[in-house]
């Protein structure tokens, strides 16, 4: 009931869905908690921890032709290659025992002997390939999140749609490095990950031109904003 008598009409006992996806009303509300969460949680990793943070872009090729669900699921194979390949994720703790296995074997196992070969020659031989091997022993083989110390990273999807090319989704990520890269060292291993980016998105038959919009990466100095 108003002051003046009158009276307005409302509702009880509605529910909201929750979803961040198909919801325009719940999802703003979630993207704007989310966005203030992950600003204190970069905030705190670059000014307390001292790490830095990048922001990387990653899209595709498309035309006003081509549905939503081709150029999403374009988008969720180039990602998956990204952060799957062994490239980025090095190499597993069970395939370089397994590596390490090998080469103890091959270092156990003794030349065959040649006819005619005295055994003071074919000790020396066995001898010279065991020190051969043991120069450089097996080590596990890092991938880039290791090699340039990725913490973590946030990933989010945005999905926009102009008259001219149509639906357009792309991945952005925020990178977080336990150390501090120069900007040409955080352009390079954008690129390494655009390689594998286009790989996956090759799979789809999508393509994707670094220079001309396929990867845009930048150190960030306002982690708030980014969130």
Not at 115 to 143: F, N, Q, S
Request: contains cysteine.
């Amino acid at each position: 009931m108003l002051p003046d008598g009158g009276r307005v009409a409302g509702l009880s006992g509605l529910h909201t869905c929750g979803s961040p996806w198909v919801d325009p009303v719940c999802s703003s509300k979630i993207a704007w908690v989310r966005a203030q969460e992950l600003g204190e949680v970069l905030s705190k990793a670059m000014w307390e921890d001292g790490c830095q943070v990048a922001l990387a872009t990653f899209t595709l090729r498309h035309s006003k032709e081509m549905p939503l669900s081709a150029t999403w699921d374009g988008r969720l194979a180039g990602w998956s290659r990204v952060i799957t390949d062994r490239a980025w994720a090095g190499e597993t703790p069970k395939e370089f025992e397994q590596r390490k296995a090998k080469w103890e074997a091959r270092l156990a196992r003794p030349l065959a002997r040649r006819p005619r070969e005295c055994e003071a020659t074919y000790a020396a031989r066995c001898l010279a390939r065991k020190d051969k091997m043991l120069v450089d022993p097996p080590v596990r083989r890092p991938g880039l999140k290791h090699k340039y110390g990725v913490r973590g990273f946030f990933r989010a999807i945005e999905c926009t749609r102009g008259c001219e090319h149509g639906w357009h989704p792309h991945v952005h990520v925020a990178l977080v490095f336990d150390k501090l890269h120069s900007s040409e060292m955080v352009q390079y291993i954008g690129e390494q990950m655009c390689e594998l980016w286009a790989k996956g998105i090759g799979k789809k038959g999508f393509t994707a031109i670094r220079d001309s919009g396929g990867l845009d990466i930048r150190i960030s100095k306002d982690p708030e904003g980014l969130g």
